[in-house]
Protein backbone atom coordinates (compact mmCIF):
# COMPACT_ATOMS: atom_id res chain seq x y z
CA UNK A 1 0.00 0.00 0.00
CA UNK A 2 2.69 2.42 0.41
CA UNK A 3 4.61 1.50 -2.25
CA UNK A 4 1.63 1.99 -4.61
CA UNK A 5 1.15 5.40 -2.43
CA UNK A 6 4.66 6.33 -3.42
CA UNK A 7 4.39 5.55 -6.93
CA UNK A 8 1.32 7.19 -7.47
CA UNK A 9 3.05 10.75 -5.75
CA UNK A 10 6.34 10.03 -7.99
CA UNK A 11 4.19 9.62 -11.11
CA UNK A 12 2.02 12.66 -10.35
CA UNK A 13 5.35 15.08 -9.63
CA UNK A 14 6.13 17.46 -12.64
CA UNK A 15 8.92 16.50 -15.43
CA UNK A 16 10.99 18.77 -17.36
CA UNK A 17 10.28 19.23 -20.69
CA UNK A 18 11.93 20.91 -23.88
CA UNK A 19 10.54 24.21 -23.03
CA UNK A 20 10.29 26.22 -19.96
CA UNK A 21 7.25 28.39 -19.62
CA UNK A 22 7.89 31.81 -17.12
CA UNK A 23 5.15 33.45 -16.02
CA UNK A 24 4.55 36.39 -13.50
CA UNK A 25 2.76 39.40 -12.56
CA UNK A 26 3.14 43.14 -11.50
CA UNK A 27 1.52 43.96 -8.52
CA UNK A 28 2.10 48.01 -8.89
CA UNK A 29 2.67 50.19 -12.05
CA UNK A 30 4.10 47.57 -14.51
CA UNK A 31 5.99 48.16 -17.53
CA UNK A 32 4.84 47.90 -21.23
CA UNK A 33 7.35 44.71 -21.43
CA UNK A 34 9.82 43.16 -20.02
CA UNK A 35 13.12 41.65 -22.03
CA UNK A 36 14.27 37.82 -21.28
CA UNK A 37 18.26 37.47 -22.66
CA UNK A 38 19.28 34.07 -22.71
CA UNK A 39 23.28 34.07 -23.44
CA UNK A 40 23.47 34.11 -27.42
CA UNK A 41 20.80 31.62 -27.54
CA UNK A 42 17.89 34.21 -26.86
CA UNK A 43 17.15 37.52 -26.90
CA UNK A 44 13.32 38.33 -26.20
CA UNK A 45 11.20 41.36 -25.52
CA UNK A 46 7.72 39.84 -23.41
CA UNK A 47 5.07 42.20 -23.73
CA UNK A 48 2.62 42.78 -20.22
CA UNK A 49 -0.82 42.79 -20.03
CA UNK A 50 -2.43 43.70 -16.96
CA UNK A 51 0.42 43.39 -15.22
CA UNK A 52 0.62 40.14 -16.37
CA UNK A 53 3.69 38.40 -18.30
CA UNK A 54 4.28 35.05 -19.89
CA UNK A 55 7.00 33.37 -22.19
CA UNK A 56 8.03 30.03 -23.79
CA UNK A 57 11.86 29.53 -23.64
CA UNK A 58 13.69 26.62 -24.74
CA UNK A 59 15.34 24.48 -21.95
CA UNK A 60 18.67 25.20 -21.55
CA UNK A 61 21.01 24.17 -18.37
CA UNK A 62 24.37 25.39 -19.48
CA UNK A 63 23.21 29.19 -19.68
CA UNK A 64 21.56 31.44 -17.02
CA UNK A 65 18.52 33.52 -18.31
CA UNK A 66 17.87 36.97 -17.52
CA UNK A 67 15.00 38.66 -16.49
CA UNK A 68 15.13 42.10 -17.01
CA UNK A 69 11.96 44.23 -15.92
CA UNK A 70 13.60 47.85 -16.29
CA UNK A 71 17.27 47.87 -15.00
CA UNK A 72 16.91 45.44 -12.60
CA UNK A 73 18.02 41.82 -13.78
CA UNK A 74 16.89 38.11 -12.33
CA UNK A 75 18.84 35.06 -13.02
CA UNK A 76 17.22 31.67 -13.31
CA UNK A 77 18.11 28.56 -15.09
CA UNK A 78 15.27 27.22 -17.94
CA UNK A 79 15.27 24.02 -16.63
CA UNK A 80 12.13 22.62 -18.50
CA UNK A 81 9.94 23.78 -15.70
CA UNK A 82 7.06 26.58 -15.08
CA UNK A 83 9.43 29.31 -13.67
CA UNK A 84 7.00 31.84 -11.85
CA UNK A 85 8.48 35.28 -11.19
CA UNK A 86 7.51 38.26 -9.08
CA UNK A 87 9.08 41.05 -10.15
CA UNK A 88 7.98 43.45 -7.32
CA UNK A 89 9.33 41.07 -4.34
CA UNK A 90 12.58 39.57 -6.58
CA UNK A 91 11.65 36.21 -6.30
CA UNK A 92 12.17 32.98 -8.53
CA UNK A 93 10.44 29.87 -8.05
CA UNK A 94 10.43 26.36 -10.52
CA UNK A 95 7.62 23.93 -10.30
CA UNK A 96 10.31 21.39 -10.25
CA UNK A 97 11.35 21.50 -6.24
CA UNK A 98 14.49 19.52 -7.14
CA UNK A 99 15.53 20.79 -10.37
CA UNK A 100 18.27 22.54 -11.41
CA UNK A 101 16.77 26.27 -11.07
CA UNK A 102 15.40 25.34 -7.30
CA UNK A 103 19.15 23.99 -6.55
CA UNK A 104 20.56 27.59 -8.03
CA UNK A 105 17.85 29.27 -6.02
CA UNK A 106 19.09 26.81 -2.83
CA UNK A 107 22.73 28.27 -3.83
CA UNK A 108 22.20 31.88 -3.81
CA UNK A 109 20.43 31.67 -0.64
CA UNK A 110 23.30 30.05 1.34
CA UNK A 111 25.76 31.79 -0.48
CA UNK A 112 23.95 35.09 0.80
CA UNK A 113 23.69 33.79 4.43
CA UNK A 114 27.50 32.59 4.48
CA UNK A 115 28.38 36.44 3.10
CA UNK A 116 26.24 38.15 5.82
CA UNK A 117 28.09 36.08 8.95
CA UNK A 118 31.22 35.93 7.31
CA UNK A 119 30.91 39.94 7.27
CA UNK A 120 29.97 40.36 10.20
CA UNK A 121 32.25 38.27 12.39
CA UNK A 122 35.32 39.62 10.82
CA UNK A 123 34.16 42.90 11.66
CA UNK A 124 34.20 41.79 15.23
CA UNK A 125 37.66 41.26 15.11
CA UNK A 126 38.27 45.16 14.65
CA UNK A 127 41.94 44.84 15.07
CA UNK A 128 42.45 41.45 15.39
CA UNK A 129 44.29 40.46 12.38
CA UNK A 130 45.74 37.19 14.04
CA UNK A 131 41.99 36.05 15.18
CA UNK A 132 40.31 37.38 11.46
CA UNK A 133 42.78 35.41 9.46
CA UNK A 134 42.08 32.07 11.70
CA UNK A 135 38.34 32.82 11.46
CA UNK A 136 38.69 32.89 7.59
CA UNK A 137 40.66 29.51 7.42
CA UNK A 138 38.72 28.20 9.42
CA UNK A 139 35.53 28.59 7.69
CA UNK A 140 36.81 28.39 4.17
CA UNK A 141 37.15 24.67 5.32
CA UNK A 142 33.45 24.86 4.89
CA UNK A 143 32.77 26.98 2.37
CA UNK A 144 35.05 24.80 0.23
CA UNK A 145 33.16 21.88 1.52
CA UNK A 146 29.81 23.14 0.60
CA UNK A 147 31.39 24.30 -2.86
CA UNK A 148 32.43 20.64 -3.37
CA UNK A 149 28.94 19.18 -2.69
CA UNK A 150 27.03 22.21 -4.93
CA UNK A 151 29.61 21.67 -7.88
CA UNK A 152 28.43 17.18 -7.57
CA UNK A 153 24.78 18.11 -7.09
CA UNK A 154 24.30 20.60 -9.58
CA UNK A 155 26.98 18.39 -12.22
CA UNK A 156 23.77 18.75 -14.90
CA UNK A 157 24.02 22.67 -15.13
CA UNK A 158 26.12 25.43 -15.16
CA UNK A 159 25.96 25.73 -11.31
CA UNK A 160 28.17 23.05 -11.19
CA UNK A 161 30.87 24.92 -12.95
CA UNK A 162 30.42 28.37 -10.83
CA UNK A 163 30.57 26.22 -7.43
CA UNK A 164 34.08 24.81 -8.48
CA UNK A 165 34.97 28.50 -9.55
CA UNK A 166 34.26 29.51 -5.94
CA UNK A 167 36.83 27.29 -4.73
CA UNK A 168 39.21 29.32 -2.28
CA UNK A 169 41.97 26.11 -1.76
CA UNK A 170 42.59 25.02 -5.25
CA UNK A 171 46.14 23.55 -4.52
CA UNK A 172 44.51 19.81 -4.79
CA UNK A 173 44.52 19.68 -8.81
CA UNK A 174 43.39 16.29 -8.75
CA UNK A 175 40.59 16.98 -6.72
CA UNK A 176 39.55 19.88 -9.11
CA UNK A 177 40.20 17.77 -12.39
CA UNK A 178 38.08 14.81 -10.44
CA UNK A 179 34.92 17.94 -9.62
CA UNK A 180 35.43 19.41 -13.55
CA UNK A 181 35.66 15.59 -15.09
CA UNK A 182 32.25 15.01 -12.91
CA UNK A 183 30.27 17.92 -14.59
CA UNK A 184 27.98 16.51 -17.35
CA UNK A 185 28.99 16.36 -21.16
CA UNK A 186 26.31 18.39 -21.99
CA UNK A 187 28.04 21.42 -19.62
CA UNK A 188 31.58 19.98 -20.79
CA UNK A 189 30.50 20.75 -24.49
CA UNK A 190 28.70 23.79 -24.12
CA UNK A 191 30.90 25.98 -21.75
CA UNK A 192 34.45 26.34 -22.97
CA UNK A 193 36.08 27.52 -19.92
CA UNK A 194 35.31 23.83 -18.66
CA UNK A 195 37.87 22.47 -21.33
CA UNK A 196 40.19 25.52 -20.07
CA UNK A 197 39.94 25.03 -16.19
CA UNK A 198 41.04 21.42 -16.80
CA UNK A 199 43.97 21.80 -18.78
CA UNK A 200 45.19 24.78 -16.63
CA UNK A 201 44.97 22.37 -13.56
CA UNK A 202 46.57 19.42 -15.71
CA UNK A 203 49.32 21.78 -16.20
CA UNK A 204 49.64 22.82 -12.77
CA UNK A 205 49.49 19.58 -11.40
CA UNK A 206 52.46 18.25 -13.93
CA UNK A 207 54.47 20.79 -12.59
CA UNK A 208 54.03 20.80 -8.73
CA UNK A 209 56.69 21.15 -5.96
CA UNK A 210 59.22 17.45 -6.23
CA UNK A 211 58.08 17.12 -10.09
CA UNK A 212 60.77 18.15 -12.75
CA UNK A 213 61.13 21.30 -14.21
CA UNK A 214 59.15 21.85 -18.40
CA UNK A 215 61.19 22.84 -20.84
CA UNK A 216 59.93 26.01 -23.56
CA UNK A 217 61.35 28.04 -26.14
CA UNK A 218 60.87 31.57 -26.58
CA UNK A 219 61.89 34.23 -29.65
CA UNK A 220 62.27 37.06 -27.57
CA UNK A 221 62.50 39.09 -31.20
CA UNK A 222 60.88 37.85 -33.93
CA UNK A 223 62.49 40.12 -36.09
CA UNK A 224 66.28 38.15 -34.98
CA UNK A 225 64.93 34.46 -34.35
CA UNK A 226 68.39 33.01 -34.88
CA UNK A 227 70.33 35.42 -32.28
CA UNK A 228 67.13 35.84 -29.61
CA UNK A 229 66.04 32.27 -28.98
CA UNK A 230 66.31 31.15 -25.67
CA UNK A 231 65.54 28.13 -23.98
CA UNK A 232 64.21 27.60 -20.48
CA UNK A 233 66.77 24.67 -20.03
CA UNK A 234 69.40 27.25 -20.79
CA UNK A 235 69.38 28.11 -17.37
CA UNK A 236 67.80 25.19 -15.03
CA UNK A 237 68.96 22.26 -14.38
CA UNK A 238 72.56 23.55 -14.95
CA UNK A 239 73.97 22.05 -11.41
CA UNK A 240 72.50 25.81 -9.68
CA UNK A 241 69.46 26.37 -7.61
CA UNK A 242 67.53 29.03 -9.51
CA UNK A 243 64.68 31.61 -8.66
CA UNK A 244 62.64 32.26 -11.39
CA UNK A 245 60.36 35.61 -11.41
CA UNK A 246 57.41 35.46 -13.48
CA UNK A 247 56.19 39.12 -13.90
CA UNK A 248 54.99 42.16 -16.28
CA UNK A 249 56.12 45.70 -16.61
CA UNK A 250 52.52 46.45 -15.83
CA UNK A 251 52.11 44.38 -12.67
CA UNK A 252 51.94 46.64 -9.51
CA UNK A 253 52.74 43.89 -7.21
CA UNK A 254 55.67 42.45 -9.27
CA UNK A 255 56.96 46.12 -8.95
CA UNK A 256 56.45 45.53 -5.31
CA UNK A 257 58.00 42.79 -5.00
CA UNK A 258 61.55 43.61 -6.86
CA UNK A 259 63.09 45.22 -3.91
CA UNK A 260 62.97 42.12 -1.86
CA UNK A 261 64.31 39.60 -5.01
CA UNK A 262 66.87 42.24 -5.70
CA UNK A 263 67.94 41.84 -1.52
CA UNK A 264 68.02 37.85 -2.37
CA UNK A 265 70.05 37.89 -5.39
CA UNK A 266 72.23 40.18 -3.94
CA UNK A 267 72.80 38.22 -0.65
CA UNK A 268 72.79 34.49 -2.05
CA UNK A 269 73.90 34.93 -5.71
CA UNK A 270 77.07 32.64 -6.41
CA UNK A 271 78.45 29.47 -7.25
CA UNK A 272 75.24 27.71 -6.03
CA UNK A 273 72.60 30.38 -6.66
CA UNK A 274 71.08 32.42 -10.02
CA UNK A 275 68.24 34.64 -10.40
CA UNK A 276 65.95 34.58 -13.80
CA UNK A 277 63.21 37.34 -14.37
CA UNK A 278 61.06 36.06 -17.12
CA UNK A 279 58.13 38.82 -19.13
CA UNK A 280 54.89 37.27 -19.60
CA UNK A 281 51.79 38.94 -21.61
CA UNK A 282 53.89 42.09 -21.97
CA UNK A 283 54.96 44.24 -24.55
CA UNK A 284 58.92 44.00 -25.19
CA UNK A 285 59.81 47.57 -24.90
CA UNK A 286 57.64 47.82 -21.42
CA UNK A 287 59.31 44.95 -20.51
CA UNK A 288 62.70 46.44 -20.90
CA UNK A 289 62.26 49.91 -19.45
CA UNK A 290 61.02 48.35 -16.40
CA UNK A 291 63.57 46.15 -15.68
CA UNK A 292 65.98 49.33 -16.07
CA UNK A 293 63.94 51.54 -14.01
CA UNK A 294 63.45 48.34 -11.23
CA UNK A 295 66.70 47.17 -11.14
CA UNK A 296 66.72 44.28 -12.84
CA UNK A 297 70.67 42.99 -13.00
CA UNK A 298 69.99 39.15 -12.94
CA UNK A 299 68.93 36.90 -16.16
CA UNK A 300 66.26 37.62 -17.94
CA UNK A 301 63.59 36.19 -20.98
CA UNK A 302 61.87 38.98 -22.58
CA UNK A 303 58.32 38.68 -24.95
CA UNK A 304 57.39 35.02 -22.98
CA UNK A 305 53.70 35.87 -23.14
CA UNK A 306 51.45 33.07 -22.27
CA UNK A 307 54.06 30.03 -23.20
CA UNK A 308 55.45 28.97 -19.94
CA UNK A 309 52.25 29.94 -17.92
CA UNK A 310 50.42 27.64 -20.03
CA UNK A 311 52.59 25.37 -19.07
CA UNK A 312 52.93 25.53 -15.62
CA UNK A 313 49.80 26.68 -14.62
CA UNK A 314 49.99 30.10 -13.37
CA UNK A 315 46.95 32.22 -13.52
CA UNK A 316 48.14 35.51 -11.95
CA UNK A 317 51.90 37.34 -11.42
CA UNK A 318 54.40 37.65 -9.64
CA UNK A 319 54.58 34.06 -9.39
CA UNK A 320 58.24 32.76 -8.14
CA UNK A 321 59.51 29.17 -8.21
CA UNK A 322 62.79 27.80 -7.29
CA UNK A 323 64.09 25.28 -8.86
CA UNK A 324 67.00 23.17 -7.85
CA UNK A 325 70.31 22.18 -9.32
CA UNK A 326 68.96 19.20 -10.92
CA UNK A 327 65.54 21.39 -12.47
CA UNK A 328 63.45 19.82 -9.71
CA UNK A 329 60.75 22.23 -8.77
CA UNK A 330 61.05 22.66 -5.17
CA UNK A 331 58.54 25.62 -3.90
CA UNK A 332 55.86 27.31 -6.00
CA UNK A 333 54.06 30.62 -5.50
CA UNK A 334 56.50 32.16 -3.02
CA UNK A 335 56.03 35.67 -2.29
CA UNK A 336 57.70 38.16 0.73
CA UNK A 337 59.49 37.28 3.10
CA UNK A 338 58.83 32.95 2.44
CA UNK A 339 60.95 33.64 -1.00
CA UNK A 340 64.44 34.18 1.14
CA UNK A 341 63.07 31.65 3.65
CA UNK A 342 63.41 28.99 1.47
CA UNK A 343 66.50 30.22 -0.74
CA UNK A 344 68.10 30.05 2.51
CA UNK A 345 67.37 26.73 3.36
CA UNK A 346 68.11 24.95 0.11
CA UNK A 347 71.58 26.67 0.37
CA UNK A 348 72.00 24.94 3.61
CA UNK A 349 72.65 28.09 5.67
Known sequence: MYLAAALLLAACAPKPGNTTKVVGQFSGDAPEVVEIVMGDILDTTVIVKNGRFEAKLPKNLTTFAVFQPGESQLQFISDGSTITINPDEGTIESSLKKGPQSRWADYNDWMADFTSEYRTKIAEFGEDEEGAEAYYEKVMVDFDKYQREAAKLNSDNIVGLLAIMQLQSMDDTEDVIALLDGLSDEVK?????????????????????????????????????????????????????????????????????????????????????????????????????????????????????????????????????????????????????????????????
Open 189 to 349: DAIPEVAQMRAFFESKGQTAEGTSFVDFTVVQDPENPETSTVKFSDYIGKGKYVLVDFWASWCGPCAAEMPNLANVYNTYHGDNFDMLSIAVWDEVEDTKEAAKELGIVWNQIVNAQQIPTDLYGIDAIPHVILFGPDGTILKRDLRGEKIGDAVKEALGI
